[in-house]
């Protein structure tokens, strides 16, 4: 497969004249491309699944932020919005995923130029080319993407004439089975299996108050679920916690003591004291193989040290981080790592095996491009399976995705992105989290 000139934007024929950019998602790093875009003067239509901007973030309203405001606004949006007389929040602080979308999301997407061109309740099913399967090479550059979407009408198409996909990983988690699938056995106890960050202590109390409540998965999801659980014990004593990891400690909750994001660092020593005075069960080197049902809850099967092992409970909170999802894309021709399923020339830049959040390089549309013309992953989904994504990167990624299909390729080559240090650290959710 032959990738994009690096010197010129694909070529544009008459065929995508007047056609829009299609941006999935309307989380921070779509709102950032639209932003962009509007900057640029190139049209564009926003397509969100939910009923709002930042519908995911809504659904962990209730965790704070590891990074200040001063890290979690993209310069585009921020000039945007200054230009109506909005105000930034104080630069250092750590607001809540409600907080953030209420403080800046939701005027983002009020603006005129963006509201307009934003289409909520929406899935985007599949995207491909027009009249094309990714086999047909003849003219696909010149050749308008489809995408297949679900609305309250029914299922449509539409066109466009470049895709930037920012829909985020956090409507698919990681599966709670060692290897990688679905444990055997899910469908039966589908009802006594949380998604990732429940809001233990508010809406979801009567779920998890003086019950057994497990929580598997070894990174900031978990460990924000944990001190919030443990702050439900705190109310209701007889609520029981354990932690379940794979390995023998989970080492991405342990950053170093030069982070910058001090929150980060206090999440972990708060866990490990919790635990130290047996508030917190850990149950660690236990890989899941199959779930049964019990009475008024669920049996977790698996193995400990070579030895088959049960271990009941009534609630399992799926902590095991969150994956891309790929299906929608099967007709589009990608380059991925074959490990974290990133972009293959990001890859080796965000590789949770060597970088932390902080120590990712600057890069944008040239990382992040494809064999497929003028389509790009920008966001979470960009880094696939790393959970080392950070607002900020996302938003760098963007603006440099956008000044290429302006034509700017000076500027989509001057990529500059300032984090802050950090040690060993992961996200829990779509882009920015209890995290980023």
Same mark, same amino acid.
């Given at each position: ?68 405001? *001063? ?45 307009? *061109? ?10 491909? *080319?027009?009249?094309? +399967? ?27 004439? %470049? ?18 699938? +679905? ?10 299996? &949380? ?5 233990? @202590? ?31 014990? *705190?109310?209701?004593?007889? =609520? ?8 023998? &400690?989970?080492?991405?909750?342990? =950053? &170093? ?15 490990d004291r919790l635990i130290a005075t047996g508030a917190i069960q850990q149950l660690d080197r236990f890989e899941i193989l199959r779930l049964a049902p019990i009475d008024g809850g669920v049996r977790l099967i698996g193995q400990r040290a070579g030895e088959l092992v049960e271990h009941d409970t009534h609630v399992v909170v799926n902590a095991t981080g969150f994956r891309p999802n790929l299906d929608m894309l099967r007709e589009i021709r990608l380059e991925l790592d074959d490990i974290v399923e990133a972009p293959a020339r990001l890859a080796p830049l965000i590789d949770p095996n060597v970088h932390s959040c902080g120590t990712v390089e600057p890069h944008g ?12 992953? %920008? ?8 959970? =080392? ?8 990624? @963007? ?11 000076? &500027? ?9 240090? =950090? ?14």
């Amino acid at each position: 497969m032959t990738l994009v000139d690096l010197t010129t934007p694909a070529a544009r024929s008459s065929r995508l004249d007047g056609l829009p950019v299609a941006i999935i998602g309307a989380g921070p790093i779509g709102l950032a491309a639209a932003a962009n875009l509007v900057e640029r003067g190139i049209d564009f239509v926003v397509y969100e699944i939910g009923a709002d901007a930042g519908a995911s973030i809504q659904k962990w309203a209730h965790i704070r932020f590891f990074s200040p405001w *001063r890290h979690l606004v993209d310069p585009a949006s921020r000039r945007l919005l200054e230009a109506t007389g909005w105000t930034a929040p104080e630069a250092t602080g750590l607001p809540t995923g409600g907080e953030f979308v209420t403080a800046y999301l939701e005027p983002l997407s009020k603006l005129d130029a963006i509201a307009s *061109r934003i289409r909520y309740g929406v899935a985007v099913d599949a995207v491909s *080319r027009e009249g094309m +399967d990714r086999t047909r090479s003849a003219g696909r550059a010149d050749t308008p993407f489809l995408l297949r979407i679900t609305d309250a009408d029914g299922v449509q198409e539409v066109t466009a004439s %470049a895709v930037i996909d920012a829909s985020g990983t956090y409507l698919t988690p990681n599966s709670l089975a060692s290897s990688g699938l +679905d444990p055997l056995g899910l469908s039966a106890v589908a009802e006594h299996v &949380s998604h990732a960050l429940p809001d233990a @202590v508010g809406r979801e109390r009567d779920r998890f108050a003086g019950k057994r409540v497990t929580v598997v998965g070894a990174g900031h999801s978990a460990a924000n679920t944990l001190l919030n659980l443990a702050a439900l014990k *705190r109310e209701v004593p007889e =609520t029981q916690i354990t932690w379940l990891i794979r390995n023998a &400690s989970a080492i991405r909750v342990t =950053t &170093s003591e030069d982070d910058e994001l001090i929150a980060r660092t206090a999440i972990g020593k708060r866990v490990d004291r919790l635990i130290a005075t047996g508030a917190i069960q850990q149950l660690d080197r236990f890989e899941i193989l199959r779930l049964a049902p019990i009475d008024g809850g669920v049996r977790l099967i698996g193995q400990r040290a070579g030895e088959l092992v049960e271990h009941d409970t009534h609630v399992v909170v799926n902590a095991t981080g969150f994956r891309p999802n790929l299906d929608m894309l099967r007709e589009i021709r990608l380059e991925l790592d074959d490990i974290v399923e990133a972009p293959a020339r990001l890859a080796p830049l965000i590789d949770p095996n060597v970088h932390s959040c902080g120590t990712v390089e600057p890069h944008g549309f040239a990382e992040l491009r494809q064999p497929e013309p003028n389509f790009f992953l %920008a966001g979470m989904k960009s880094y696939g399976r790393a959970p =080392t994504f950070l607002l900020a990167t996302g938003y760098e990624q @963007v603006r440099s995705i956008t000044a290429y299909l302006a034509g700017d390729i000076a &500027s989509a080559t001057n990529v500059q992105l300032v984090l802050p240090a =950090t040690g060993v650290c992961s996200t829990g959710t779509s882009g920015s989290s209890c995290c980023s």
